[in-house]
């Protein structure tokens, strides 16, 4: 079974920064082939923010572009996501995903607010 931890989460206000960490842990045997976050605010789909390959390429949401910045620790099996300038419209629930071995996990969520 493989577990995805995430901290990090809370309130913020506007302009304000939050960094965001994922662990996976437990019975991984193959490779992490990405690692990344999604965010569902209430009454919006799920959206991905920000990934990163087990080769270092990253994607973002165009959304985020230039305020948040995603980086991986592969020893530590560790995906990190700083979020700067946060917005108003960045509040929602955030969840980290990992595909290891072809199959999607995910991490339970954590919930980031950010008031105006």
């Known amino acids: 079974q493989v577990q995805l931890v995430e901290s990090g989460g809370g309130l913020v206000q506007a302009g304000g920064s939050l960094r965001l960490s994922c662990a996976a842990s437990g019975r991984i045997f193959f490779s992490i082939n990405a690692m990344g976050w999604y965010r569902q605010a209430p009454g919006n789909q799920r959206e991905l923010v920000a990934r990163i390959t087990s080769g270092g390429d990253t994607n973002y949401a165009d959304s985020v572009k230039g305020r948040f910045s995603i980086s991986g620790d592969n020893r530590k099996k560790t995906v990190y996501l700083q979020m700067n300038s946060l917005k108003p419209e960045d509040t929602a629930v955030y969840y980290c995903?990992?595909?290891?071995?072809?199959?999607?996990?995910w991490g339970q969520g954590t919930q980031v607010t950010v008031s105006s």
């Open positions: 995903n990992a595909i290891i071995g072809g199959f999607n996990y």
